[in-house]
């Protein structure tokens, strides 16, 4: 990946650019009149009752009830599909710890009707702060409420994993997908040529499709790659991630400030970041703390982490050095990126991976599980477009085609992230600080062009504007395989 420019619409990295000669400042004009008609507003969906019936009913067999499977079961069931989830941890929501979910995620999530079952646990922060390593000065700022909302009509939230997965999971039940927890599909149980599985008790499930969601080590992917697996390499970089019971900051006039308007802090600095926000009801405050490493995981030691973390951000604002050394226990999290693959699906088009297994991407973006969400939304949307079973085939091509361009893009900006927030300081940190400042002297609102991910307009649009199941409807339409105008508009 070059670090001039981005194959994702952005202008995040148009501060790096020097362009004094005529020619560029004439690319740049119009580059600028393109961004405008990009700008258009997004318009606002109708509400959403019932979804486009599936005119097709088939037999869904998923693999993995993490956040893209249970979605993905959702998504499905509500289309009129039969669904059943094979799960191989016996209970959910064990593993995790705060997560954002932006609005292109929340849209569907709600619009599948997970809003009564998630409401309780989320926590809407209202802006996210860019602030400098040394002294938490702040250097960036995207206001969250109202305005990502306006624009992009859904909500930004930040909710613990545990509970958006139980939340998942209970609407799944309620709707009818059957779950089976501690039945996980055995090593080498995945059929390259029919839609079948072996679970780890030997017995043998059949349907119309298998849709692997197992995650960053997804054992689907190699056979989906005829054997010989892409797995997603180190970045170079891990995370310690960590809660801080708020009961403990409160009273400290230094820290509590962070408590009272919950927001989202990043402290930026070199090769280093903190990602701060309060979940639970505020009851908890959740960190995730990146820092380079390139030992083998399997040397870490769990006991030593919290002293080492200590030590990787020991000259860091003072007040986050206060809150790190609240901190009792933290796990060291590798964080792996993948490339896009050829691929998603078997050679017989029975076999499909999705979510981590499919788009492993750095959490810089804080979008996986976003991406994972997408999926299961765009997938149920497409299998619904087909009138016969013979085009299942080429319904599920035409998916894998959008969602490898939209994923592999969201891995290259998650990455970009990391580059934009890890300047030494320096020429170019000096640059994006200024390039961000300028909307936080305005207090409101910049210019649109912005180092900051969130504040650049063209970024945050295709990142948070995007209409996963409108993509793939419009992909159909144009591959000539249905009368577009049979499905366009009729979702709802
Ligand atoms: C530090 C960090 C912070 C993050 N923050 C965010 C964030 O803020 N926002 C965001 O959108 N994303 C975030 N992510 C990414 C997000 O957590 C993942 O992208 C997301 O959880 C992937 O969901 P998934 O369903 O594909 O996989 P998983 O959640 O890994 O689920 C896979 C499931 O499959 C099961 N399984 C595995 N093998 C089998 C088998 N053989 N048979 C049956 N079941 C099986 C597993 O037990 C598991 O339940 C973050 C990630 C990290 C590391």
Redesign the pocket.
């Known amino acids: 990946m070059s670090f001039n420019e981005t194959s994702y619409p952005s202008r995040s990295l148009e501060f790096l650019h020097i362009s004094n000669d005529e020619e560029e400042e004439e690319e740049e004009k119009e580059e600028e009149e393109k961004d405008q008609a990009r700008l258009t507003p997004i318009p606002k969906p109708p509400p959403y009752t019932t979804p486009l019936q599936a005119k097709v009913r088939l037999d869904m067999i998923i693999?993995?009830?993490?956040?893209?499977?249970l979605t993905t079961a959702i998504a499905l069931r509500r289309r009129g599909h039969t669904v059943t989830v094979?799960?191989?941890?016996p209970d959910l929501g064990e593993v995790?710890a705060?997560?954002?979910?932006?609005p292109n995620?929340t849209r569907i999530l709600l619009a599948l009707g997970l809003g009564p079952y998630i409401s309780p646990h989320t926590t809407s922060p209202s802006a996210i702060r860019l602030r400098r390593w040394e002294d938490g000065s702040v250097i960036g700022l995207t206001r969250l409420v109202p305005d990502f909302e306006h624009k992009y009509h859904a909500p930004y939230y930040v909710v613990h994993?545990a509970n958006l997965q139980l939340a998942l999971y209970r609407l799944a039940l309620d709707l009818g997908v059957v779950v089976r927890l501690g039945r996980?599909?055995?090593?080498g149980?995945y059929d390259g040529d029919r839609a079948r599985v072996v679970l780890e008790d030997g017995e043998c499930v059949e349907g119309d499709l298998v849709v692997a969601?197992?995650?960053?080590?997804?054992?689907a992917r190699k056979l989906v790659l005829g054997g010989v697996d892409q797995p997603p390499r180190e970045a170079g970089f891990a995370?310690y991630?960590a809660m801080v019971d708020t009961d403990k900051l409160k009273d400290d006039p230094d820290v509590s400030w962070l408590l009272d308007n919950p927001g989202q802090n990043l402290w930026i600095g070199d090769m280093r970041h903190v990602m701060a926000y309060s979940i639970a009801g505020g009851k908890s405050f959740n960190m995730?703390l990146s820092h380079p490493s390139s030992t083998d995981p399997s040397t870490w030691r769990q006991e030593t982490a919290v002293q080492e973390m200590k030590e990787h951000f020991k000259d860091w604002d003072p007040r986050l050095v206060k809150i790190i050394n609240q901190i009792t226990t933290t796990s060291k999290?590798p964080?792996l990126s993948g490339v896009p693959l050829p691929t998603w699906l078997s050679r017989s088009r029975t076999l499909l991976i999705?979510?981590?297994?499919a788009h492993p991407m750095v959490?810089y973006m804080?979008?996986?599980?976003?991406?994972?969400v997408e999926d299961g939304a765009a997938l149920a949307e497409m299998l619904s477009c087909i009138t016969s079973r013979s085009e299942l085939s080429s319904a599920l091509d035409v998916f894998e085609k959008v969602r490898i361009l939209r994923t592999g893009q969201m891995q290259e900006a998650s990455l970009v992230n990391g580059k934009l927030w890890h300047f030494g300081d320096g020429a170019e940190q000096r640059k994006r600080d200024e390039g961000m400042g300028r909307e936080v002297e305005r207090g409101e609102g910049g210019d649109g062009v912005n180092p900051n991910q969130w504040s650049d307009e063209v970024t945050a649009r295709w990142v948070y504007g995007y209409d996963a199941e409108g993509e793939v409807r419009k992909a159909w339409g144009r591959s000539g395989t249905l009368d577009s105008t049979e499905v366009v508009g009729t979702k709802l």
């Open positions: 693999a993995g009830a993490g956040l893209g499977g094979f799960e191989r941890a995790g705060g997560i954002q979910i932006p995620s994993r996980g599909v055995r090593t149980g969601a197992d995650g960053i080590k997804s054992d995370a991630r995730v999290w964080l999705i979510g981590d297994a959490p804080s979008s996986g599980a976003a991406m994972a």
